[in-house]
């Protein structure tokens, strides 16, 4: 049982790196096999149909997500602005493949709707937590000004990912310490200071 858990996982693993390096029309039984190292044929017994293999992308998508952003301790905006520097570091480095996954999966959910209810599932969750960590934080957070933040960092993800350093620069994007800061100012500006 364990054996099968983890092949499955390893194989939602493997939907997420086929998904950033080929797109939605590269995610394939034969390519997720190959990705995850494993005999032609297995991918199809795990995740018989393309909606299968799509929202077995989704859900590690999220379960991945959830585990890293849960951890962050949260107390000032100092705090919060070191955490979301780190989350935006590891979305460009180490989680790039998840988050190249993630927006190919919008791109999929706008035509499939059980992608696009897991893809939701995260995004409530994604702004519950982000509102939940500019309270810790001591800022005067309401649902609005967490979408706000939410939405900018997400955007500013997209941008990251897929621009050249003159347009980043244009949006403010070549200092992300200062685009952050700029970002809790614009979203918070009657905050205390002390």
Not at 11 to 21: G, Q, W, Y
Not at 25 to 52: I, Q, V, W
Not at 59 to 73: G, K
């Amino acid at each position: 049982m364990v054996e099968n858990r983890d092949r499955r996982d390893r194989l939602r693993d493997a939907a997420i790196e086929v998904l950033a390096e080929e797109g939605g029309r590269g995610l394939t039984h034969r390519a997720m096999d190959r990705a995850a190292g494993l005999p032609e044929g297995t991918t199809k017994n795990y995740f018989p149909t393309r909606d299968s293999l799509l929202q077995a992308a989704a859900e590690r998508c999220v379960e991945r997500y959830w585990s890293e952003l849960q951890q962050a301790e949260i107390h000032t905006v100092d705090q919060l602005l070191a955490v979301l520097r780190h989350m935006i570091d590891r979305a460009l480095t180490v989680n790039r493949s998840r988050i190249l996954a993630y927006l190919e999966l919008h791109a999929e959910a706008a035509r499939n709707a059980q992608v696009r209810q897991t893809l939701a599932r995260l995004s409530r969750a994604d702004l519950d937590l982000h509102l939940a960590a500019q309270q810790a934080a001591g800022l005067p957070a309401t649902r609005h000004g967490a979408a706000v933040v939410t939405l900018a960092i997400n955007g500013a993800l997209s941008q990251l990912l897929t621009q050249p350093s003159d347009v980043l620069a244009s949006y403010g994007l070549d200092d992300l310490d200062a685009f952050l800061s700029r970002l809790i100012v614009s979203a918070y500006p009657r905050r205390s200071t002390t």
